[in-house]
């Protein structure tokens, strides 16, 4: 018996295309070995939202009968790859649907891999995953995170490179050969097929042992039963909430113990409490309440809540007062207020460096892109 | 009505991986369909995006209309028909409701619309996974109904579709549903057949004397009261009856022409010879099920399984044949029934109802599973079959309807 399973993790609409194009040539490649396979999405995350984490699958099998048992359960118990295309989901994956936090490698078999898109190094994706009991592999496709809109594809061979990469930590799913005879057939592209290959020359896996990574517990929620739940399809309101922190002054929503949304954040922004002129645009704009008021009429925004959508910068109408900047340098999600009350200059330097670097580098949260993908793929592939 | 010369890509047969949705737009596409109406409703709206993407990328012409809602859009293609056009649309859910108006009158006037339901659980609250009380709703009313459980018996049941409903000894809608999520949003392998092999088998709609045509001046659809409707009633109830044997033939046929097909096109009997205990259902349930039989076999136990594949016309003589030797039914549905003789499922209803009248009843047991789009698991079919079990081994039924997979 031998079903090969494969998961993609990915960024709803930015990467759809990405995640389909991955799986379906998994199943061609596999055709061409003579096995059967199917591609799906998980139906709970559709439709899909702009940046929601959202899965795809592959299963693979020799024949019709082996690929129904492990279909009879419609998402996988357990996967042998999972692939993340956005660095930013090793924090974990929760999506719109009812599901809590779930890890980045929770489906991952027992020495499995985990392959994962990145300029980050290997520690500081560990640092970002949630440990687990059992050994896993961990392989970094080293490139720029694919994002792009709904009506667009980012060629940027990290489909391919990814692929190539598959081959590599997963011979039990089809040889090199396959893959690439598929890659050329559906993309029809030489270049795309050299890229896979020399990802699978590059390709290296580094052991995550059990115990490694974040030790938090993710948090989940009981669902009622039909018994429990109140009738009428009613769903009590949060409390209207308070003085900041509790205290007398300034003002914090009561917030939903069980839908914090962070992961479904690739970037969060940033705040400039001294340039700040106290508009009220954030708070009133952000479509998730995220704005708690502080005692000296200022707005933090609550990075338990933050679904990263972007509409406090874009609507902050002071330069670089309100910057995205990319998720992957965060290890928490405290109070920026606090923070810069604690040591203003300190805040500032930091948070000052990290407007700048964002200013650098190309990553967007998917409503637009910046760069020009030619010239990215040479750098990628070759690092 | 527009006629197009054959896409290339049906020039050869070929395997493709597409799901249910995509199967049901190239059978479109194949069958060549004049007219196809659209409204967008998840998961429906997959096969709306998939015929746009054919008729753009020119694989083949169709009068391809955006309605403003679903009600329009049924109104359209029922027009549409009675003037000739082979027509196409299809809806999930509450959509299919707000169409309801034009669904009956389709059928009333014996327009032979096909089309694909997406099955969704009805709203409220908003859900979008499977349940089959959208599809089901209509069973009074003159479609014929089908429920597919893979990609590929999509793709077949529609050519097989515009066939049955267009044979001038039928001429009734028909809609074929497809269930949301395990069939709209997966791909599978399929066989997808040539256009000349398409155009052996499906001879162009032909509405003859009842075409509306400026040389064939009729009317359609007058006033009537209690002194025409009855008859008209009666005709369609004839037609229906008549479309057992056509449904039979055109099978036949479709198994010469492609190569493939089950036995009977009405059920799929799996594991049924021999078989104590005969679980039924509809769909994609059949994959789960099929899976847990398998495993109980090699235990040694005597389970089988029918997949109902038309709803209507109900298959009654071929279920009472395969169910008649067995001890117990365990009837599985995707659906309810509020307020029913058993407060159960309606497919369950219709099965005991079929099966009145045999001399040696076997005892039937319900299960509601799988509502809203959760799955019925391996472990649940298990379930199952541990109760009805326990029923053939005390000769009691302790429960007649179990809710199966529901928290307390
Ligand atoms: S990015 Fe800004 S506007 Fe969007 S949720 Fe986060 S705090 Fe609110
Ligand atoms: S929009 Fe900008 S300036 Fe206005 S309150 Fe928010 S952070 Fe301050």
Request: proline share 5%; aromatic share 8%; glycine share 8%.
């Amino acid at each position: 018996m031998s079903t090969v399973a494969v998961e993609v993790v990915y960024r709803g609409i930015f990467q759809k295309t990405l995640a389909r194009n991955i799986v379906r040539t998994i199943v061609f490649a596999a055709r061409k070995e003579g096995k059967i396979g199917t591609a799906f999405g998980r139906y709970g995350d559709s439709p899909e939202r702009n940046g929601i984490p959202a899965k795809q699958f592959a299963v693979v099998a020799d024949d019709p009968e082996e690929l129904d048992e492990t279909l009879a359960r419609y998402e996988p118990t357990e996967v042998d790859v999972t692939i993340n295309v956005d660095d930013t989901l090793c924090k974990g994956v929760e999506s719109w649907a009812w599901y809590g936090l779930q890890p980045i490698n929770q489906l991952t078999k027992p020495d499995g891999t985990l392959i994962v898109t990145s300029w980050q190094d290997a520690d500081s994706l560990i640092r970002d995953m949630h440990q687990k009991d059992a050994p896993i592999g961990l392989s970094i496709v080293k490139g720029t995170v694919s994002f792009s809109g709904l009506w667009v594809y980012k060629d940027d061979h990290t489909d391919v490179r990814i692929l190539g990469t598959l081959a590599k930590v997963c011979p039990q799913l089809v040889s090199l050969e396959s893959m690439l005879e598929a890659i050329q057939e559906q993309m029809d592209n030489e270049t795309k097929v050299a890229s896979a290959q020399k990802s699978f020359d590059l390709a290296s896996v580094r052991p995550v042992e059990p115990g490694e990574g974040n030790p938090e517990t993710p948090y989940k929620f009981e669902l009622p039963g039909w018994k429990t739940m109140e009738e009428g399809v009613v769903i009590r309101g949060i409390e209207a909430g308070a003085g900041f922190r509790g205290g007398d002054g300034g003002y914090q929503p009561v917030r939903s113990e069980v839908f914090k949304k962070y992961s479904t954040r690739s970037m969060r922004p940033v705040i400039n409490f001294e340039t700040c002129i106290k508009c009220t645009l954030c708070w009133l704009q952000c479509p998730d309440t995220c704005f708690d008021v502080t005692p000296d009429g200022l707005y933090d925004a609550n990075m338990e809540s933050c679904c990263g959508c972007g509409v406090c910068e874009a609507v902050c109408p002071v330069p670089d007062c309100v910057t995205m900047v990319s998720e992957a340098d965060f290890e928490d999600n405290n109070s920026q207020y606090e923070m810069w009350q604690e040591d203003k200059q300190g805040y500032n330097s930091w948070m000052t460096a990290l407007v700048d670097k964002q200013k650098a580098e190309t990553r967007t949260h998917g409503f637009h892109h910046v760069g020009g993908y030619a010239e990215e793929i040479s750098e990628m592939t070759e690092a | 009505m527009t006629t197009i010369a054959p896409s290339e890509l049906f020039q050869t047969e070929k395997e493709d991986l597409i799901s249910g949705s995509e199967a049901i737009a190239l059978a479109c596409a194949l069958a060549d369909v004049d007219v196809i109406t659209a409204y967008p409703i998840r998961p429906y709206d997959t096969v709306m995006q998939y015929v746009s993407k054919l008729k753009a990328d020119g694989v083949f012409d169709c009068d391809f209309i955006v309605a403003e809602s679903e009600h329009s859009q049924f109104e359209i293609v029922k027009h549409a028909s009675s003037v000739g056009a082979r027509t196409f649309c299809g809806s999930s859910g509450v959509g299919w409701f707000y169409a309801f108006e034009a669904i009956t009158v389709t059928a009333g006037l014996r327009m032979p619309v096909v089309a694909m339901v997406g099955n969704r659980a009805l709203d409220d609250p908003g859900a979008f996974g499977t349940e089959h009380n959208d599809a089901l709703a209509v069973r009074d009313l003159g479609w014929m109904l089908y429920w597919v459980a893979t990609a590929q018996e999509a793709l077949d049941t529609a050519l097989l579709a515009w066939r049955v409903a267009e044979d001038p000894n039928v001429l009734l809608p028909m809609a074929i549903s497809c269930d949301g999520s395990f069939l709209t949003h997966s791909q599978a392998i399929v066989n997808v057949p040539t256009s000349d092999q398409v155009q052996k088998y499906l001879p162009p709609y032909d509405r003859g004397k009842l075409q509306l045509h400026p040389d064939n001046p009729i009317t359609v659809a007058p006033q009537v009261n209690e002194d025409w409707l009855m008859e008209i009633r009666r005709q369609s109830d004839e037609a229906m009856q008549r479309s057992v044997s056509v449904i039979r033939d055109a099978y036949e046929d479709f198994k010469k022409t492609f190569n493939r097909g089950d036995p009977s096109p009405f059920i799929e009997e799996y594991m049924t010879e021999d078989a104590e205990i005969i679980i039924v259902g509809m769909g994609t349930l059949a994959l789960p099920v099929k899976v847990a039989i398998r495993r109980l076999r090699e235990a040694g136990r005597k389970i089988g399984f029918v997949r109902v594949k038309f709803f209507r016309p109900f298959p009654t003589e071929e279920l009472r044949q395969v169910l008649g030797s067995s001890k117990a039914v365990c009837v599985v549905d995707r659906d309810y029934s509020f307020g029913s003789p058993s407060f159960a499922g309606v497919l369950f209803h219709e099965l005991r109802s079929a099966l009145y009248s045999l001399e040696n009843r076997p005892m039937m047991l319900n299960f509601i599973a799988g509502l809203g789009g959760r799955e019925v698991h391996v472990n649940d079919v298990n379930h199952m079959v541990d109760i009805v079990q326990k029923a053939v081994d005390t000769g009691k039924i302790e429960q007649e309807s179990t809710w199966i997979g529901v928290r307390e």
